[in-house]
């Protein structure tokens, strides 16, 4: 059982940035792919970054593509949500998830370990 812990949320100003971890316990973290989702109030989960068990795959959602930049690292047992040019449609519950697999892609339903989420708040 792999637990999940995010920190780094918080209140920012539209243009400004927030960096999010998660670190992971409990398995071997090398062998999961890592994502981020995040939540906003009346609205489904929605994908926003994903990253392979090595590094070497990542994608984003279109919405973050060019600002958000996901990265790990295994020896931490961490992954990481570097967030740049916030907009205040980026205010969300975000969510740090493995997926028993090497790269878990971009569907909510492929991850199978989720953290309890971090408030990122962007004002305008």
């Known amino acids: 059982q792999v637990q999940l812990v995010e920190s780094g949320g918080g209140l920012v100003q539209a243009g400004g940035s927030l960096r999010l971890s998660c670190a992971a316990s409990?398995?071997?973290?090398?062998?999961?792919?890592m994502g981020w989702f995040r939540q906003a109030p009346g609205k489904e989960r929605e994908f926003v970054a994903a990253?392979?068990?090595?590094?070497?795959?990542?994608d984003y959602a279109d919405s973050v593509k060019g600002r958000f930049i996901i990265s790990r690292d295994n020896t931490k047992s961490t992954v990481s949500l570097q967030m740049n040019s916030l907009k205040p449609e980026d205010t969300a519950v975000y969510y740090c998830?493995?997926?028993?697999?090497?790269?878990?892609?971009?569907?909510?339903?492929?991850?199978?370990?989720w953290g309890q989420g971090t408030q990122v708040t962007v004002s305008s």
């Open positions: 990253i392979s068990w090595s590094g070497g795959i990542m």
């Open positions: 998830a493995a997926a028993r697999s090497v790269y878990g892609g971009t569907s909510y339903s492929r991850y199978d370990y």
């Open positions: 409990g398995g071997t973290f090398s062998r999961y792919g």
